[in-house]
């Protein structure tokens, strides 16, 4: 019983991350129809802004009642500049080729993938960087078994962002124009939607929500380096794949199955966590093959 | 097919014409004379060689040449976006270092796992593609990318049969009965590999023109500008599909055998995305998907800034530093950082020609003067495209 709660936590937690990322492609895709390869190294790039941030306001040395305003500030700052950086890359390579063939917009974020690698590859390095773990170290005693505080807060803080997310959609002005954009973009031009203005705020969003998955993983595995984006980007998209593409709550569901799914694998089978990721992408090919709708997935037209 | 030819015989006359008022004497052979003159060269180049160290850094070009061949069928010709084409590429290296090795004592000819291998590259391309080609071109994408991921994984997993990690050393080399002097044995000498390497690009770039101009090849190309109204005029698109699909892979399983061969070992780190699914995707595209010449050319030149360039210049630029004693710039570590710059590089040319200049490098001049000239046949369908 312990193993499997220290299993299930251990997934929750992934699962947190990748459920953060899976977002950002499912708002993506939903909204322009393009697989935004470039989103896994978006995730990267603002781990790396959080970690500048904590390094430059010095949080890692701050006396604990700093701590929390440190972090949202940390949280605010990254996911700020991550979602800029969502919103340019949109702009100088998404938006030119709006109306190109679908190849060429893909065969692009392939590359904006490669440029953010390489940007951080240079920058940072072939190796892996320390991260500080500015979560509490603690854990509640649950009885039968033991959960750190730091799973719990990460899970609470994603489900947090997560609901935040889905009255945004549900609720504001911006969200109902995101969904009206989604489902038919020449018409909500008609209706006077501004489309450019209400995809960028997508890339905005979902590059922030990256950022604090990248934060997220930094302190959870206190460690980061270049090209974490690559494989956790892939993970992520068969979440918001098996989940639904283009369906929020799908991918918030289909990040905590994946990442438990991949804890359980590694857990409980003799050299399971070498074979988790072909189990992962295996069910990839398996969902787009079988149910390509995912499981709560809106129907997606063949264009 | 008769149809088809028709009218480019006609083009081509016309042209040959053109080359005549040009002043460029007899018209047939000034045409070809550049290709034949370049497969002289090509011939005469382990010659001139002598230690054959070029050759050598030839020999593996050769590799790349091939893949970027295969892939412009897929990408290229028909207009699906392939990442995990280091797949097929494992599939050949593996299916031949297991058949061909001490891991089991199996030693099967080279020449008869040539082909076997592609064929199996194939037939996973198949059992790949048939499910997935129905499905929206983006999913193709990212199926193809999981596959590629998938592959060198299990390869590096299941030890037993593939040497985990370690890989397979001491792979077969192929034999061929002695003649003229030479013993038939290709051992560790680059110059036969070169010149089968050679033969091989060669007869793959006739047959793949053939293909582009036969009924197939036209269907790939009408498929990638409009699938619909391709369905429409009786194209099966995911017939046609799945055998640009399954081509490309054979072309990279074929690729895979000679090069585990020539290496003489397979380990999975020389399958990963990185390594070979996007630098091949990048001679496509920057040499100019659909154009075999382009793609040739590309092949060549990333091949060139990846194995010689940029391990090269770090160095240069170490020693100028030094030389000009500019003390900052010796601290700031120039060498490292053009050193480290490949991905960067990649991603730029990928996004870069995408935006400014989609039809790549090298655009079919070709079929440029077939517009002038007027015969619209397969012309108009380069230039939207991509």
Redesign the interface.
Known sequence: MRFFVEQLTFGLTNGAIYALIALGYTMVYGII???NFAHGDIFTVGGFFGLTVIGLIGLDRAPAILLLPGLVLVFAVAMGLNGLLGVVIERV?YR??RN?????????A??????????L??LK??NQVSYPNLLPAGSINLGFASVGTAAVLIVLIAIALMVALSQFIRRTRIGRAMRATAQDRDAARLMGININRTIAITFFIGSALAAAGGIIYGFYFQTIAF?VG??AG?VA??AA?FGGIGNVVGAAIGGFVIGVIIALISGYFQ?GA??S??VV??I??LT??FR?TGLLGMR?P?? | MSRGNAPRRRTLLERLSRFELRGFGAAGRARNAPYVLLVLALLLFPILDSDSSQVNVAAVAGVWILLALGLNIV?GYA?L?D?GYAAFFAIGSYSFAILASGQFNIHISFWILLPLSAFIAAIFGVL?GA??LR?????L???T???G??VP??F??ATPITGGVNGIVGIDQPKLPPILGWNGNFGFNPVPYYYLILVIIIVSIFLINNLRNSRLGRAWMAI?EDEVAAAATGINTVTTKLLAFALGASFSGFAGTYYASKLFLVVPESFS??AVS?VV?VMV?LGGMGNMRGVIVGAILIYFIQTYLLIQLPGWITSATAALNIDFLTKLDVGG?VQ?????????????I??LR?QGLIPSAQRKVELELGTTDEAVSDL???
């Open positions: 129809e393009l697989i390579a030119p080729l190109a063939p679908r190849l060429a917009p893909l065969i692009t392939v590359g904006m993938s490669f440029v953010l690698e390489g940007i590859f240079l390095g072939p090209d690559f494989r892939l998209f068969t794949v050299g070498q074979w990721d072909v992408f295996s990839l090919i787009l093959v390509p997606v063949e264009k | 990408v207009g976006l990442l790949l499910p997935t499905l929206r071109g983006d999913y994408a990212i199926v990318l999981g596959f991921e998938i994984r299990v590096r997993n990638r995305f990185q996007v995707l595209v950082y480290r710059s490949n991905y960067l590089i990649f991603g730029i040319i990928l996004a870069g995408m935006l989609p939207g495209s991509a």
